[in-house]
């Protein structure tokens, strides 16, 4: 165990772990008031079903050595996880395991963007749950697990394909098959809280330091590329992306530019430890403008991914890994370099990765929202919509006032001769 | 001339207020208010305390209206405000004695009819 790689490894986990609430945030302050908490939670609850089913199941599944093609049983509930060095770093396999544990409950969190408003928590609770273990463990094994893409060359740092293409793979899947929400087109659905969209967007740039800088898993030169990378690529993206607003509303947004952090994060992330840091902000330049044009034709057609997890993450995810195979620089710390550097080969490995991912994805996605469907409603009714899905789906509202209310006793618990209790009957 | 009073659904009020513009009905006042019906019960829970929400969000609309449009606009909101559920709300119709219009000083008819609108044409 290396002293210096293993505390830096400890804070990366920490800070990819606080990216999931900053997605409750971002996406949370984007829906409507009455459909805060239930937005929220859906990120939120990634952290206990994810992470155990990681725990459990999905860490073997991802990285047993297994095939090609899939992991195996070899560590299931952790059996040989302890405290001697994860292959090929000098970190604890414990704390390997639990920082990848940590991508895998960002990633399902991620799809929820696309069915807010609508998607019924517990079907969506199981959902997710599983998708980690079958799609989200599977590409993980793929690129970063001794699997066939790893054997093929695809770069993939930090999670560009396994991470966001597959995310937002499923959240198109999700979106289609689940169906628009009942207000959708019909009438203005508004943002409720834009700052806590902000405060979400500049949280998940800070755990996005652990998410790419901690992705070399060591403190060395390429942990370094990595992490100044990640503050350079979103950086152009931002300024792009306000130049794109103001060339055509004349207005500089804080919903655009908080959307465009996230894309200029998402497209780095599979280059930030193969790439020179010039390449970085162009990069980030690059990748706003698809997802920008696509934000805006998005909202004129029937598809309600409602917080454009397809245009931000999908698009972005396909500019970053193809951009991978355009900038990747064995001088910058890629194994290879790419097209620009004399290997055109590379940017082709690229786009099958993408494809091999998208194409899994949709079909695994589809099987397993027919087989929740199976059991549960997916989709929450026109009256619980227009309620809103705070109260329908978890009790609570995101700003109850409470007058009004009556505090309701536990028949169990004894009367507290202090506590006012409304006497009935009587007089109107 | 009437003040017609609605109490409906927060998430009817864009139905609502498309079926008064297609009446002509331009002018009216809204306010979010809390309200008591015959709805069933919502019993909330935060950490241990578990409380009836005897209160239920409604959105309240104040709308003058000269006689020949009280029919149209009550049926107006009846239509685009119900659901069928417990909770779609109420409209209540009182007398209104004077309106006026601050702008100009006009009264009453003159003032509840829109502007560019000949107040004298009986439009039914």
Sequence with gaps: ?428 | MKLVIAVIRPEKLTEVLEALYRLDVQGFTVCRVQGHGGEGERVETYRGTTVKMELSDKVRLEIGVSDAFVERTVKAVLRSAHTGEVGDGKIFVVPLEQVYRIRTGEEDRAAVTPVGVNPHLETV
């Design chain 1, 1 to 428: 165990m290396n002293a210096a790689d293993t505390v830096w490894m400890l804070i990366a986990t920490a800070l990819v772990l606080l990216m999931t609430p900053a997605l409750a945030f971002f996406y949370g302050g984007l829906v409507r008031s009455k459909n805060a908490l239930n937005t929220m939670m859906m990120s939120l609850v990634s952290l206990g079903c994810v992470g155990v089913a990681w725990f459990l199941l999905g860490y073997t599944l991802a990285f047993g050595p297994g095939t090609t093609l899939f992991g195996d049983l070899s560590s299931v509930l952790l059996r040989g996880v302890g405290l001697e060095n994860a292959a090929g770093t000098a970190i604890p396999k414990l704390l390997f395991m639990g920082y990848q544990g940590t991508f895998a409950i960002i990633t399902a969190a991620l799809i929820s963007g696309a069915v807010v408003e609508r998607m019924r928590f517990l079907a969506y609770a199981a959902f997710i749950t599983l998708w980690s273990l079958v799609v989200y463990s599977t590409v993980a094994h793929w690129v970063w697990g001794g699997g066939w893409l790893a054997r093929m060359g695809a770069l993939d740092f930090a999670g560009g394909t396994v991470v966001h293409i597959t995310a937002a793979t499923a959240a198109l899947v999700a979106a289609v098959l689940i169906g628009p929400r009942k207000d959708y087109a019909r009438q203005a659905v508004l943002p409720h809280n834009v700052p806590f969209a902000i405060l979400g967007a500049g949280l998940l740039w800070f755990g996005w330091f652990g998410f790419n800088g901690g992705s070399a898993l060591a403190v060395n030169g390429q942990a370094v590329t990595a992490f100044v990378n990640t503050l350079m690529a979103p950086a152009a993206t931002l300024l792009v992306w306000i130049g794109l607003d103001l060339a055509r509303s004349g207005k500089a947004t804080a919903v655009g530019g908080a959307t465009g952090i996230v894309v200029g994060l998402v497209a780095i992330t599979p280059a930030a430890g193969f790439v020179s840091p010039i390449s970085a902000l162009a990069i980030g330049a690059l990748a706003a403008v698809p997802s920008h044009f696509a934000i805006l034709y998005r909202s004129r057609t029937r598809l309600d991914d409602s917080l454009d997890v397809v245009a931000a993450h999908g698009l972005g995810g396909i500019m970053g890994a193809l951009l991978t195979g355009l900038f990747a620089q064995k001088a910058w710390g890629s194994p290879v370099n790419g097209l620009l550097f004399g290997n055109p080969r590379q940017l082709l490995i690229q786009a099958v990765a993408v494809l091999a991912t998208i194409g899994f994805t949709a079909i695994a996605t589809y099987a397993l929202l027919k087989l929740v469907a199976a059991f549960a409603a997916l989709r929450a009714t026109s009256a619980e919509q227009g309620q809103g899905l705070d109260f329908s789906q978890h009790g609570e509202e995101a700003y109850a006032s409470g007058d009004g209310a009556l505090l309701l006793l536990s028949e169990t618990l004894p009367v507290d001769p202090v506590v006012f209790v409304p006497s009935k009957g009587g007089a109107h």
